[in-house]
């Protein structure tokens, strides 16, 4: 609830994808010429493409000043809790993702391309240990967190 006693919602915009950002400042630009009321924010969430999460009173005022915006390609149904919106901008560290016995792909230094598991996770000193599975032989390599990708499963 706001101070003036009225519910927040998050509507969802659907928008071409890679062209969130312009949508967002086309919206910005109309909502400031038009002086329009109950719009509070425009969200960007940064791993989701094709979508902007617009804060606002009510559906309404979202469809009247998107309707005739470029790269808009509708409204999807329903909205979104403010906990939804939290756990799609929260940025998590790949290095929180990797577990041991992940299977990853070295990106950077000499073991470049290769692919290994994962046998520990040092997060103070942001390493991983790894054993390359690509050696004919049992070899173990400790590596920065950043040099490793997740493998596509």
């Given at each position: 609830?706001?101070?003036?006693?009225?519910?927040?919602?998050?509507v969802i915009l659907?928008?071409?994808?890679?062209?969130?950002?312009?949508?967002?400042?086309?919206?910005?630009?109309?909502?400031?010429?038009?002086?329009?009321?109950?719009?509070?924010?425009?969200?960007?969430?940064?791993?989701?493409?094709?979508?902007?999460?617009?804060?606002?009173?009510?559906?309404?005022?979202?469809?009247?000043?998107?309707?005739?915006?470029?790269?808009?390609?509708?409204?999807?149904m329903g909205s979104?809790?403010?906990?939804?919106?939290?756990?799609?901008?929260?940025?998590?560290?790949?290095?929180?993702?990797?577990?041991?016995?992940?299977?990853?792909?070295?990106?950077?230094?000499?073991?470049?391309?290769?692919?290994?598991?994962?046998?520990?996770?040092?997060?103070?000193?942001?390493?991983?240990?790894?054993?390359?599975?690509?050696?004919?032989?049992?070899?173990?390599?400790?590596?920065?967190?950043?040099?490793?990708?997740?493998?596509?499963r």
């Amino acid at each position: 609830m706001t101070q003036s006693g009225k519910q927040h919602k998050y509507v969802i915009l659907r928008t071409t994808a890679g062209q969130e950002l312009n949508v967002a400042l086309m919206l910005e630009s109309l909502i400031r010429n038009t002086e329009t009321r109950g719009i509070y924010s425009i969200i960007i969430p940064p791993k989701v493409k094709g979508y902007i999460i617009i804060e606002t009173e009510g559906h309404h005022i979202v469809h009247k000043i998107a309707k005739d915006i470029k790269h808009v390609k509708g409204q999807a149904m329903g909205s979104l809790t403010e906990e939804e919106v939290e756990r799609l901008l929260k940025v998590v560290s790949p290095l929180e993702e990797l577990q041991p016995g992940d299977i990853v792909e070295v990106v950077s230094g000499p073991f470049k391309g290769l692919k290994a598991q994962i046998i520990s996770v040092n997060v103070s000193k942001r390493t991983v240990t790894l054993n390359i599975l690509e050696a004919s032989f049992k070899m173990e390599v400790t590596l920065p967190a950043d040099d490793v990708k997740p493998a596509k499963r």
